[in-house]
């Protein structure tokens, strides 16, 4: 293979979050399971199955030229762990990233043991003769020793190899169920009603909790196996998705195209945690471990810990966009945390900062007069803040301040959409999902979610929707009474915006287009980027003949380099060429916004608009 290679361990959930993360680069990896049922869904992994033993992994690895493995085999897998550990030594260019379930707190009521020996030798002192195992079809030889003389039913996968391992073991069919016959596990224990259950910690992904929980509820004693060791120590440790692709981006560069970052929200969050941190211990933190809002732990690291003037701490975090073109990347994120008796016992309140914005329109769900951080910033501050406190057992008799801030923050915020949002003097703390992705599709659609929402809270209703600033001005100059938030760029995103603007249940929308994306939204594309389409001259070549253009008309589209051309190709007695353009741009958005009026403007580079005269 010409890139290092990526082999990914594990049919388990992880192992397919695994291979959607892998995906992403449009690159090959491989992808081993130990069995070829259940379905992996990868566009460019190559499955292996069989699973790979001690003498096999190396020798592939070698051979295939692997230089990341990805362990993302199920927790009691030891064999499969123990492979990884071993290949991994032979070969030292190998790095191995471990990634790890989300385990959920122990419930204190459970009974935990660490192998099934013991599990059994408490069965039989307790006279437990009715047991329901929910260890998997693995497991069956190794609690042989009781239901060979006690009541033990077992629920398993239906599988071929399950049932071929359950006549190898000579384990009563009758006392077999299977998951797809009994999905509630309410529904089965009353069925079964076992004495006790055994199961093992296999963590969030694996139902642990949800199944406990019911037993607990019921009455129902639970057994459990603890979670073996892993028996080598990975590069890397990761819980999630986005933390996987961090690491592969810093193992092997060459991989992913481009690189993710974080948002403005989870440097905040970083720099905040720290802080509080460093508040209740008087100990400056190199790196703060925060949860991203899909509960998944990632660390960044602290630039910088200071003393303020109250008492407080103020920690900063160098904003790392990736490869995403963000205007904020390399900004110092800043959060200052005090004690405060003006605030009530245990809440948090947000403070404003030197070039972090101040709110003055409504319709960003934010306090006017208070600072630009979103509600999603503001509820991982808030939760990292409380977690830690709880962590170190303290519980102040009064609130907390934090005041986020960013000291380049004023100059940076005019190349924002800021201005329009009514959000003064700073930029704002964003992220919905505490990561950048590269040319970040989920953060221009967002702001101009934002701007709509500001536009419906001022009252405006017609909304007036372009792809970007010289469009804007001659709109306006269009339409010279309208309130400066009735206009809203889009960007490329035409079909994201329409859906916006039917959401907000808007009365009227003007879609103005340029040349450009009129050629590509005519034929369906409603994201005009150049990356996701580009010009179609056949197709310019048939709206011309279904509009009576001339076969020198059509000759001329065919050898165009550029839209804007069209204007002058296009003779004036043959402009029904346009309109039958606007009328196909109508076909393909009237089904996003059906609330209300829908116009279209098809204009030129110098603000002419061709008004159809169909």
């Known amino acids: 293979m010409s890139e290092p290679a990526i082999l990914v361990i594990g049919g388990t959930t992880e192992g397919k979050i695994a291979a959607k993360v892998c995906d992403e680069a449009a690159k090959p990896y491989f992808y081993s399971t130990k069995n070829r049922s259940g379905e992996v ?6 499955r292996l199955t069989g699973g790979l033993d001690e003498e096999s992994m190396p020798r592939f690895c070698r051979d295939n030229g692997v230089a990341l493995i990805i362990d993302a085999a199920h927790p009691f897998a030891l064999n499969v762990h123990a492979n990884i550990g071993r290949t991994a030594e032979l070969l030292p260019d190998i790095s191995t990233i471990r990634m790890e379930r989300s385990f959920p707190q122990v419930d204190s009521r459970i009974i935990p043991f660490d192998s099934y020996q013991d599990a059994i030798a408490y069965l039989f002192e307790q006279d437990i003769t009715s047991l329901l195992a929910l260890t998997g079809v693995n497991t069956i030889a190794k609690l042989k020793d009781y239901w060979t003389k006690h009541t033990c039913v077992f629920r398993i996968m239906r599988r071929e190899e399950s049932l071929e391992s359950v006549k190898a073991n000579d384990f009563p069919f009758e006392q077999i169920v299977f998951y797809d016959d009994e999905q509630d596990d309410e529904a089965l224990f009353k069925k079964v009603q076992p004495q006790a259950i055994i199961t093992k910690e296999s963590g969030e992904s694996g139902g642990f909790a949800d199944k406990v929980n019911v037993a607990l509820r019921m009455g129902i004693p639970v057994l459990v196996i603890r979670r073996p060791p892993l028996p080598y120590n990975p590069t890397e440790t990761v819980y999630g998705p986005h933390g996987l692709r961090k690491k592969i981006e810093a193992l092997l560069p060459s991989f992913f195209p481009q690189k993710t970052g974080f948002t403005t929200g989870s440097c905040a969050t970083a720099a905040t945690k720290a802080a509080i941190t460093t508040l209740l211990t008087g100990e400056e933190q190199e790196t703060s471990e925060i949860l991203l809002p899909n509960g998944e732990p990632v660390t960044l690291p602290i630039a910088s810990t200071g003393v303020e003037s109250d008492g407080g701490i103020i920690c900063c975090v160098i904003k790392q966009a990736g490869d995403d073109p963000d205007i904020t990347d390399g900004l110092e994120i800043c959060s200052s945390v005090s004690w405060s008796r003006d605030v009530p016992k245990g809440e948090v309140r947000f403070l404003n900062g030197e070039g972090v914005g101040v709110v003055t329109l409504p319709g960003l769900g934010l306090e006017i007069g208070g600072p630009a951080v979103n509600a999603t910033p503001r509820k991982m501050m808030t939760a990292e803040v409380l977690r830690t406190l709880d962590h170190y057992g303290y519980h102040p008799d009064m609130g907390i301040n934090i005041r986020v801030s960013v000291p380049k923050g004023r100059e940076t915020a005019g190349k924002t959409f800021n201005p329009r949002l009514g959000i003064e003097g700073g930029i704002s703390i964003l992220g919905s999902s505490g990561i950048v992705k590269p040319f970040s599709t989920e953060a221009f659609i967002a702001s101009i979610k934002r701007e709509a929402q500001v536009s419906k809270a001022v009252g405006v209703t017609h909304l007036v929707i372009n792809s970007g600033a010289k469009s804007e001005r001659y709109l306006k100059a269009l339409y010279p009474d309208f309130l400066p938030q009735a206009f809203v760029q889009y960007g490329n995103f035409i079909g994201e915006t329409l859906k916006i603007a039917e959401d907000l249940a808007f009365e009227q929308v003007t879609l103005c287009v340029m040349i450009g994306k009129a050629v590509k939204l005519a034929e369906g594309a409603l994201d005009t980027h150049s990356k996701k389409g580009v010009m179609n001259k056949t197709f310019l070549q048939e709206v011309a003949k279904e509009s009576g253009c001339s076969s020198e008309t059509i000759r001329q589209i065919g050898e165009i380099t550029l839209a804007r051309q069209l204007w002058e190709i296009v003779p004036a007695e043959e402009r029904l060429f346009f309109d039958r353009l606007i009328s196909l741009c ?29």
């Open 41 to 46: 869904e990868c566009a460019h992994g190559i």
């Open 586 to 614: 109508r076909r393909h958005c009237s089904s996003l916004f059906t609330h209300g009026a829908f116009h279209i403007l098809l204009m030129d580079d110098e603000g002419n608009v061709h008004r159809s005269s169909v």
